[in-house]
């Protein structure tokens, strides 16, 4: 499932995929692969791209 969450976050703060990926030390396809659903990041990327982003766990990866 993809995460629109994630995708609208990033561009709320005007940062590119790669501009994440480099705060989280991650490549840029791994940002990507995340935004399309295609890939299931560890709990501790998780925390470390909603620090990033200012954002709760519940917030971003969350699903209702």
Known sequence: ???????????AL????QELADKVGVSRQ???MIE???YNPTIQLCKS???VLGKTLDEIFWDE
């Open 1 to 11: 499932m993809k995460n629109l969450k994630l995708k609208s976050a990033r561009a």
């Open 30 to 32: 791994t940002i990507n």
């Open 36 to 38: 399309k659903g295609d």
């Open 14 to 17: 005007d940062l590119s995929q």
């Open 49 to 51: 791209i909603c620090k």
